[in-house]
Structure formats: C-alpha cells, structure tokens
C-alpha cells in the first residue's frame, strides 16, 4: 500500500504499478508511491536499484513503460514540457561542461522555461542572478568559470540556477556525491531551508535519517519500504537490500535516527566473488563470534 | 545580457561595437586594395556620391567625379566579391558556432559533419557530368548536402539522439562522400578534373550581384532561427539532461539546427568551393573574447567570420602578382597559424 501521511492529503507525486523497461531489461518495476507536498523526501537503495531512474520519470525525462504517473493530481503526460519546467527543477549530478562558461551564465540558464522565446533579458532578471547567488552564498564568484569551482560550489550553484527558475519542486540526484562531510551538510542544509518541496537520491543513510521526512527505499527497481526514517530504516531492511549488519540508534546530536555498520563483508556476499574470499581470515580474526553466529 | 533596455553598457558591448568597426575599416580596406590601386579618399567619395541602386558604371549621379572605369571595378568586380567573401564567412562562422554548441564538441564544422563534402559532392557530380542539362550548382550542392545529412541519420540510426554517435557518423559520411568526390576527380577528363580541383579549393572569382541573393536569403533565414533559439542552443552546452529539465525539446531543436546548417553550408559550397577551417576557428577566437554564452558568441561570429573572410580575400588577391590563390588554401594556411598563435599566447597568460 502506498504510503499517505496524514497532515498532507493531497499528494504531489502519486504513482501507481510505474515500470521502465529497456530491451527487456526491467529498471523500475511496480513503482507505486505517495510523495506529500513541501516534504523531504529521500530515495535510497544500493547502486544500480533504479534511483536515478525513477528521478527521471519524475521530470518525464524518461517516460514509464507502464503504469501511472499523476503530478498535482493530474496526468503527468498532460503537462507540456515547459510548464512542467515551470513547476520542476532538477540538479543532475556534479556535472564539468566542454565550453568554459561563467557562474552567472549557468546560472542565468534558469531562466529560460519563464521567458518566452523572443524576449530579451531585462535588469529584474540580472537581480534574480545576483539574489540567487546572493542566497547560496557565491555573490563574489559571478564572474568565475564554472568548471574551475569546486564540487560544492558547482552545487550551489546549480542550487541558484533552481532558484532563478522559480520551481516549487526540486529534484536532486546525489546532490552530496564527492563533496566532504562539511560540504555535504552543507548543501543539505541550504536546500532544507529554501521552503520547497525536495525529492533527491542519497547514499548515506545516515544524512538520510537525519534530513528526510519521507524516505523511500529501492531494491532492483522495487520499492522495498517507504514512509518516515523510523519505519524504513530498520535492521531488517537494511540487511535486505544493502546486505549489511547494521544497528540502528538514536543520535547523539539530534533527534532523528542513526545507522551504524559492520563494515566486513558479510559472508553471503563472500561466497558470490572469489577476489574477496581472501579477507575471511581476516574478518574471523576480528568478528569470530558474528562469524559463528552466521554459520 | 545582450539586451539594449539594459542601461549599464558592459563589457561584451564596447567588444561588439568594436568588432564591428574592425570589419568597417576591412572592408573599406579591401575595396581600396587591388591590382587597381583606389584611394581610401576615392573610396569614400564613390560611396557617399557614385553608388546608386542601378549599375553605377553606366550612369553616374550628380556629383560623381570618379573615373568610369573606377566605378566598373568597384560595382562590377570589388562589391560583389567582397559581399561573397563576407557572407561566406557569417554562414561558415555562425554554423561552425551552433555545430559546435549543439554537440558540445569544440571540433564540429560544417566540414566535421560531412555537410559540406555532399554538398561537394553533389556539385562536383553536377559540374563533371550533367553540365550539359543545365542543371545548376547549387541545386546538386543542395541535394548533396542533405543527403549526407540524411545519410548520417541513417547511420546513426536509433542513437542519432547521442551526441556521440551523432558526430561520428558525421566523420564517417564525411569520409564516405569524399572518397566518391576523388573517384568522380579520377575518372573526369584532366580538363574537368582541373577545374573541379580548383573549383574545389574554394574561389570568389565568380561572384557577381545576381549570385548574392540565394546565399543571403539562406543566411538571413538561419541566423535569425539561430537568433530565436540562442538561449535554448546556450542550454544545451550544458547538456541534454539539463536542457531537457529546462523544458527544451532537445531531440527536436538538435536535428532542426543540424539541418539549418547544412542548408547555409549547401548554399555557400554551391557559390564558393570548400572553404574550410572558418567554421572552427571563429568560434573559438570569440570564445576568447566574450565566453561561452551562444547568444553573445551569435553577433560576434558574424562580425568577425566577416571581417576574417574579408583579410583572406584580400590576402589570396594580392600574394602573388596578377594571380588570385584559391581561398581555401589562405584560408587553411593563414588560420591554423593565427589560431596557433593565439593558442600559444593564451597559454601564456594563464
């Protein structure tokens, strides 16, 4: 059953049995999901369970081979791709471009799903700029290339490229993929605070925990668990998907979940590739009560 | 940014207007210069007092005190040339410039993507064997040019969508058609096949006022479709992902501006030969001079795809004495050393 909070009834994505298929290959399979309007909401799942893919669908970058997808409550087909733009931003991943073009000009980018086709930039557009670079923290670095930024920079401002356009939805894939730990807050921090409605893929769990309000959890295309950190993120689930021995606590700074790992390989894992088998000895030498636990 | 409501003048504008003087001073330059010797003061007069929209040679307005021989060489023979040689240059610029933005690849030109070796092609297969029909130039350039536009979609089939794919099957069409152009030159009489190597190394000997109209109209027409898209064409050098998050039809716009191209490039192929190298340099020289954004790279290509075009004209009429070089020749020569050059020096400063 597809999860529905209960302060928000009116959902802002709802997908109901979405498949993507390509040549036979099944990527999403059954997807059907609630995504609450001015939520955070975290796609999580080992490489390869479909995350970005289901992010795709999302801004109809690809479409479902089958299966329904409703934005605002209607048919996301029945949107044209500019209106759709109008409402949807996405941050793809760090991206490096062929063409050396400056902060401001990427930036500036976001503005082309608002202005028709013959208009000529005005100065409120500049201000927009200048506000959105202002607003993720880069006001001195508008004249800079954009591929000689770092990765939290280029993701800032690409956040800032999001503002500009005005989307009441962002979209992130792995927004915090490369960046340090202080980065990865970092950005988080600023896209929690910007009053949208925010759907992103993540690898760590534990940023997960601790910044979503609505996870869902991916596994081969399937949706495994979805709802809030607690009811998602639990040992079971996390055995299941990402074969890991984890324990999951209460964090020492804040309020929400943490996760900590067994960071062997787990047997199961072991016997499926010869080039690992190597560290048993190793991980007996360290965990020999788990490791007779397993057998 | 390019915009006029924007009150403060920056920059990129003073670099526009003074690209545009640049190509003034060309082309009053290259009108004066010649095996005919005029003077920039002659020059001036003949266009403030001799130009009129009928043939100046034969009826001089009041006021004129040019000699009618003067006049002849002006109308006749500078006017048109220089016009050819200018157009040329904005078509070659301005495609190499959303070649190269719409595959994200700093190598596209026309030349790159096979367009101009159909169009060649196309004219050559004209020139050496259907003559006799009547059938004129530019029509085979036409059809050469988007056959091997048709050709390299073929090619690229279901992945004509990946930009990749998209260029490579370009280079392969490209080869394809010039391995059939050197077959058409091997088996021609030595006669045709002279004139079809020297037609194809690219002249603007023929030019004349008639000959005009064809390739400004193309012109006209794909710059102002580039003009209307430039800010979805800038979004694509960002990539497909990002541009399609955008709200542009990317699939849609890539394959509309590839065929824009290959018209303006036909049509150029058709009146000059192959000139090559324009298309990729211009673009990066301007890069240089005002970044990446297509909408300010737009103006600029035209201005100084001009201006260069005009210098290499000049250059290829003036080297050797009572002689004219062809102009891809010039133009390959003198550009891959100024583009050295340039690269070398902007190394340098980093």
């Not at chain 1, 059954?30 to 893919?53: E, H, R």
């Not at chain 1, 200048?130 to 607003?135: E, F, G, N, S, Y």
């Not at chain 2, 009108?31 to 002659?42: E, K, R, Y």
């Amino acid at each position: 059953m597809p999860y529905t909070p209960k302060s928000i009834n009116v959902p802002l994505f709802a997908a109901d049995k979405l498949c993507w298929r390509v040549d036979e290959q099944v990527i999403l399979q059954n997807i059907s999901l609630n995504i609450p309007k001015q939520s955070f909401v975290g796609i999580i799942g080992p490489n390869g369970s479909g995350k970005s893919s289901l992010l795709n669908c999302l801004y109809r970058k690809i479409n479902a081979t089958s299966g329904q997808l409703d934005f605002n409550q209607q048919d996301i087909h029945s949107y044209s791709r500019r209106d759709l733009a109008k409402q949807i931003a996405v941050l793809q991943q760090e991206p490096s471009y062929q063409f050396e073009l400056r902060v401001d000009e990427v930036v500036a980018m976001g503005l082309i799903p608002q202005s028709s086709l013959l208009s000529i930039s005005r100065v409120q557009d500049t201000d927009a700029i200048k506000q959105a670079l202002t607003d993720v923290g880069l006001k001195d670095k508008s004249e800079t290339i954009f591929n000689h930024l770092s990765g939290g920079e280029k993701q800032r401002v690409l956040i800032a490229r999001a503002l500009v356009q005005g989307a009441q939805v962002l979209l992130l894939d792995e927004p915090t993929n490369h960046l340090d730990i202080a980065h990865q807050i970092e950005i988080l921090h600023l896209i929690k605070n910007m009053n949208l409605s925010v759907i992103l893929s993540l690898h760590d769990l534990n940023l997960a925990a601790a910044y979503c309000d609505h996870l869902i959890l991916l596994d081969k295309g399937q949706v495994i668990a979805q709802g809030s950190p607690q009811q998602v993120l639990t040992t079971d689930n996390l055995k299941q998907v990402f074969k890991v021995e984890a324990q999951v606590s209460e964090s020492a700074f804040h309020q929400q979940h943490q996760i900590s790992y067994d960071l062997m390989p787990q047997p199961d894992q072991l016997n499926s590739s010869d080039t690992l088998t190597q560290a048993t000895p190793h991980r007996k030498a360290i965990h020999p009560a788990k490791e007779q636990a397993h057998e | 940014m390019s915009s006029a409501i924007v009150s403060v003048i920056n920059p990129y504008h003073w670099k526009l207007v003074a690209a545009l003087f640049f190509l003034i001073f060309s082309f009053l330059f290259a009108l004066s210069a010649g095996d005919v010797d005029i003077s920039m003061t002659q020059i001036f007069h003949y266009l403030s007092h001799c130009v009129s929209l009928q043939d100046g040679a034969t009826s001089s307005p009041m006021g004129c005190e040019m000699a009618p021989l003067y006049q002849k060489i002006i109308w006749q023979i500078r006017l048109p040339r220089l016009f050819l040689a200018l157009l040329t240059g904005i078509g070659l610029s301005i495609c190499g410039l959303i070649l190269q933005a719409i595959t994200r690849n700093p190598l596209a030109d026309p030349y790159l993507f096979g367009i101009s070796s159909g169009a060649s092609l196309g004219a050559v297969l004209v020139m050496a064997f259907l003559a006799s029909a009547g059938l004129s130039i530019t029509l085979g350039a036409l059809v050469g040019g988007a056959f091997s536009v048709f050709l390299m979609l073929i090619l690229a089939g279901r992945s004509m969508l990946l930009v990749e794919r998209l260029v490579l099957s370009g280079v392969a069409v490209s080869f394809m058609l010039g391995a059939f152009t050197s077959l058409v030159l091997y088996f021609s009489t030595p006669e045709v096949a002279s004139s079809l190597l020297f037609w194809m190394m690219g002249s603007f000997s023929n030019a004349t006022w008639q000959a005009l109209s064809l390739p400004a109209l193309v012109i006209l027409i794909g710059f102002c479709i580039f003009f209307i898209y430039r800010h979805w064409i800038n979004a694509l050098q960002a990539g497909d992902d990002t541009a399609i998050s955008l709200g542009i039809p990317v699939d849609t716009l890539r394959l509309s501006m590839l065929l824009v191209c290959s018209a303006i490039t036909a049509v150029l192929v058709a009146k000059v030969g192959g000139i090559g190298f324009v298309g990729l340099m211009i673009p990066h020289i301007c890069r240089m001079l005002v970044g990446s954004q297509v909408n300010k790279l737009l103006l600029m290509c035209v201005l100084l795809g001009a201006a260069f075009m005009l210098w290499v004209d000049l250059i290829s009429r003036s080297l050797l004495a009572q002689q004219v070089l062809p102009i891809g020749i010039v133009t390959s020569a003198v550009g891959s050393l100024f583009f050295f050059i340039i690269l070398k020096t902007k190394r340098l400063r980093r």
